[in-house]
């Protein structure tokens, strides 16, 4: 069995190379120790590899800045089976406005946009907290700002299921298996500039139910199947800030606790399947180098 794993950042932006190394090495490990072997885009024309190499794969996979994942997974599920986020759904999450009032008009809370005082300033488009600013100062072009909530920032790691068809996509009516609840590191610097630097996973927080509940509505209001991390800020209630239809870093915590393979979740998802409950041992801090800590 061969699978294709087309991570853009390692040869592509030098900026988020590290975060990408570090979900590509967890990834290579688990697919090759459940009997695949995994090949990789090279460093010239990103697309063009997986026009070549798809074709070859028994599954494929994309982690790309959400931006451009609509290019390259929908390549990629033309040539064989994906097993991330559809196409379609990625490019709905990958503009933030348009996928927070989605949200909010299905009764999901998130931060409401703002054009006075102090604000979260953001890309409609980005990821990993770039140009993500605390500011009074007016969005720029492609920008857009929101109300800031003081509370924790967590995330909460689903996997979606579905069944994919030779025209469409079948719904299993599975619920999203949740991997584990992330206390993320979020550091707001002296110009106001947002910075993730990993987080802390499991966590059983006392508000468990909520946060999950929450990430799990957001999910199917979205439509995203495969991994997806929902960042969420906790205050009065869970607040939605991102939904990333996507392999996250917290993928690099989640996956020294976990007893199960992400490879064979993955898989198993995308036809329909897989476990109802992962088994998670200890806690572990990890950094966006991969780096990671027991505790």
């Known amino acids: 069995m061969r699978a294709l794993i087309a991570e853009y950042t390692v040869a592509h932006d030098p900026a988020l190379a590290p975060e ?19 090949v990789h885009p090279g460093s010239g024309d990103f697309l063009a590899d997986i026009i070549r190499l798809a074709p070859e794969c028994d599954v494929g996979l994309v982690i790309a800045p959400d931006h451009l994942l609509f290019t390259y997974t929908s390549a990629l599920e033309r040539l064989t089976h994906n097993i991330g986020c559809g ?27 703002t054009a006075d005082g102090l604000r979260v300033v953001k890309p409609e488009q980005g990821c990993a907290a770039q140009g993500v600013r605390l500011t009074e ?20 790691s689903l996997v979606g299921s579905r069944v994919v068809g030779d025209a ?37 927080h006392q508000r468990q139910d909520e946060l999950v509940e929450t990430a799990v509505r957001a999910l199917n209001v979205l439509g995203c199947q495969g991994y997806t991390g929902v ?6 209630r869970p607040y939605v800030v991102d939904v990333n239809p996507r392999i ?7 996956a020294a606790c976990m007893e199960e393979e992400i490879a064979d ?12 409950v992962v088994h998670l041992s200890g806690r572990v801090r990890f950094d966006s180098q991969g780096t990671v800590e027991r505790l």
Do not use: W
Not at 21 to 34: D, I, K, P, T, W
Not at 265 to 276: E, H, Q, T, Y
């Open 87 to 113: 196409s379609m759904n990625a490019a709905i999450c990958a503009n933030k406005r348009r996928s927070a009032a989605i949200l909010s008009r299905n009764g999901i809370a998130v931060p409401e946009e």
């Open 20 to 38: 990408g190394a570090a979900m590509l090495a967890v990834l290579n490990g688990s697919f090759e120790r459940c009997g695949y072997e995994v």
């Open 231 to 236: 960042d969420i800020v906790l205050a009065d």
């Open 248 to 254: 996250t870093t917290s993928i690099v915590g989640i």
């Open 137 to 156: 100062q007016k969005p720029g072009p492609g920008e857009f700002a929101q109300q800031f909530i003081d509370g924790e920032h967590l995330s909460v």
């Open 168 to 204: 469409c996509t079948y719904y299993t009516g599975k619920p999203p298996l949740l991997l584990a609840v992330n206390r993320q590191q979020i550091v707001i610097d002296d110009r106001g500039r947002f910075h993730y630097h990993g987080g802390e996973t499991p966590v059983i």
């Open 265 to 276: 979740i993955l898989v198993a998802a995308s036809k329909g399947g897989g476990p109802d």
